[in-house]
């Protein structure tokens, strides 16, 4: 009996050990889908219109570095239209692959900060994901 609990004690032990290994997922191996994932954000009033925003900005808050998302100027006409922006995309899925990070949109109209909303986002080995934040922004009085 000894013996038996002996071994199980070593067992236990080398099964318990950290080698050292990351626990972060071999992207190498994974197998993605073909979709692009954007993560967008709705901003309408308070009757459900949407808002066209002049101009939006999104910042990395751990480096103060720009990420927004360039946009032509039809794409930007069909933000405009449904008040629907993008805020972090598969574009970064290499740059922040494994991480999660603190960004924030700032919407403007006539230079009036309209907007202000802080998210947390992360990437996979694949796509982003939208972590914490509203993505459905009430303008109550423009």
């Given amino acids: 009996m000894k013996l038996f609990v ?8 080398l099964n318990c ?10 992207c190498m191996d994974a197998i993605c889908t073909e979709e692009y ?17 002049d101009s ?5 808050l751990t480096n103060g570095e720009n990420i927004t998302l360039d ?15 993008p805020l ?6 290499a740059k922040y692959r494994n991480k999660k990070l603190e960004i924030n949109f700032r919407g403007y109209v006539d230079d009036k900060l309209l907007v202000d909303s802080n998210y947390t986002v992360g990437a996979d080995c694949c796509h982003v994901t939208l972590i914490e934040g509203e993505t459905d922004i009430v303008i109550t009085n423009p």
């Fill in 71 to 85: 946009a032509s100027s039809s794409e930007y006409g069909w933000m405009t239209k449904n008040g629907t922006y």
């Fill in 17 to 26: 050990s950290d080698n050292g290994t990351d626990d972060t997922p071999n």
């Fill in 6 to 13: 002996g071994l199980l004690t070593v067992l236990l032990a």
């Fill in 56 to 60: 939006f900005k999104v910042d990395d």
């Fill in 37 to 53: 994932r954007t993560i967008t954000i709705s901003v309408k009033d308070k009757d459900g219109v949407a808002v066209a925003l």
């Fill in 88 to 93: 972090f995309s598969d574009k970064y899925v």
